[in-house]
């Protein structure tokens, strides 16, 4: 069974603050794919980045960061200098590949606060 | 924005109603998921639409079911709703083939309260 963990139910920061967010994920399986993303108040989940598993290498992406470690079976992500605009709620998720469909087994979210 | 469209916002249902949720995918899309997140929990899995078919499908029972057209939008109707079917509903399309391993893109979701 796949499972992802995201023990960090709320984090608190001030602007300009670094902060990450963890994740660990289960599976048995040796290929997969690893996302994130984020929900504004708005509802609507906002893609950010997706990780094929035999690809280790970490990614920046202006203030966002992504370090995935399969030793650990962990897929963190750091904001550096935080903004108010980054406040919401972030998932981890993990897919299957070549399953037949289309399935995202979500953490149950960080929620990211960020105050002035 | 994802190209993704979700209708109604919101809808109020009392206990034993049915009710039908609509979804525009993204153009060039031919998939469509649908995802039940209940409040202060992530997403899960309802099912999937390919090519007018569901194939695949999460735990939920039968009286979740759906629909896809020739356009590709879907629909999702729930039957005999009970109060735990109080969720936002989320529609996320993507396009198929290779194995379904294109990125998923959500809607703005559907808010159902029922009382």
């Known amino acids: 069974a796949q499972k992802v963990t995201q023990a960090q139910t709320e984090i608190s920061v001030v602007e300009k603050e670094d902060v990450t967010l963890d994740c660990v994920y289960e599976?048995?399986?040796?290929?997969?794919?690893l996302f994130w993303y984020k929900q504004p108040p708005s509802g609507e989940l906002v893609f950010l980045i997706r990780?094929?598993?035999?690809?280790?290498q970490n990614e920046i992406s202006g203030r966002y960061s992504w370090n995935f470690q399969k030793s650990t079976s962990s897929f963190n992500f750091t904001i550096t200098a935080s903004q108010v605009v980054d406040s919401a709620v972030y998932f981890c998720?993990?897919?299957?590949?070549?399953?037949?469909?289309?399935?995202?087994?979500f953490g149950t979210g960080t929620r990211l606060l960020v105050s002035p | 924005e994802t190209g993704v469209t979700q209708s109604p916002t919101h809808l109020i249902k009392t206990r034993g109603q049915q009710v039908t949720l609509r979804c525009s995918s993204q153009?060039?899309?031919?998939?469509v998921s649908w995802y039940q997140q209940a409040l202060g929990q992530g997403p899960q899995f309802i099912f999937q639409?390919?090519?007018?078919?569901?194939?695949g499908r999460g735990n939920f029972p039968p009286r979740f079911s759906g629909l896809q057209f020739p356009n590709y939008s879907s629909e999702l109707n729930v039957n005999a709703l009970e109060l735990d079917d109080s969720a936002l509903y989320l529609c996320?399309?993507?396009?198929?083939?290779?194995?379904?391993?294109?990125?998923?893109?959500f809607g703005p979701g559907t808010r159902l309260l029922v009382l």
């Open positions: 990780r094929n598993s035999f690809d280790e």
């Open positions: 639409y390919y090519r007018e078919e569901e194939n």
């Open positions: 599976t048995r399986d040796t290929t997969y794919y």
């Open positions: 996320a399309s993507s396009s198929g083939g290779a194995g379904f391993q294109e990125t998923q893109y």
């Open positions: 153009s060039g899309h031919n998939t």
């Open positions: 998720a993990l897919k299957k590949v070549n399953t037949g469909f289309q399935k995202l087994v």
